[in-house]
């Protein structure tokens, strides 16, 4: 499966983005998909990930109530909807994909870098 991000950007605080992920490949086989950022320094965390078939949201805490996700099924097509952004938002966004059978292994996106300013 490939995963093409966008929609990142410069944006004020309190502002709002949508990232877009979109896949294409090997679609049958995705068993869940989400969101991962990193920031300058640190390690790649979990934003929020959606079961295939499923619109319950596993979030992480820093971004609950602000971030949803969101899917075209149709265009094979998820969305990462940012309110509220500030300072500690500021990181590259990857898309991610968890592939069930018959490959059982996951794909990434190149990342999209978000940049909250002051």
């Known amino acids: 499966v490939h995963l093409v991000e966008s929609g990142g950007g410069l944006v004020q605080a309190g502002g709002s983005l949508r990232l877009s992920c979109a896949a294409s490949?090997?679609?049958?086989?995705?068993?869940?998909m989400g969101w991962y950022r990193q920031a300058p320094g640190k390690q790649r965390e979990l934003v929020a990930t959606?079961?295939?078939?499923?619109?319950?949201?596993h979030a992480a805490d820093s971004v609950k109530g602000r971030f949803t996700i969101s899917r075209d099924d149709a265009t094979n097509t998820m969305y990462l909807h940012m309110n509220s952004l500030n300072s500690e938002d500021t990181a590259m966004y990857y898309c991610?994909?968890?592939?069930?059978?018959?490959?059982?292994?996951?794909?990434w996106g190149q990342g999209t870098q978000v940049t909250v300013t002051s």
């Open positions: 959606q079961i295939r078939g499923s619109s319950s949201t």
């Open positions: 490949g090997s679609t049958f086989s995705v068993v869940r």
């Open positions: 991610y994909a968890q592939l069930g059978s018959p490959f059982w292994s996951e794909s």
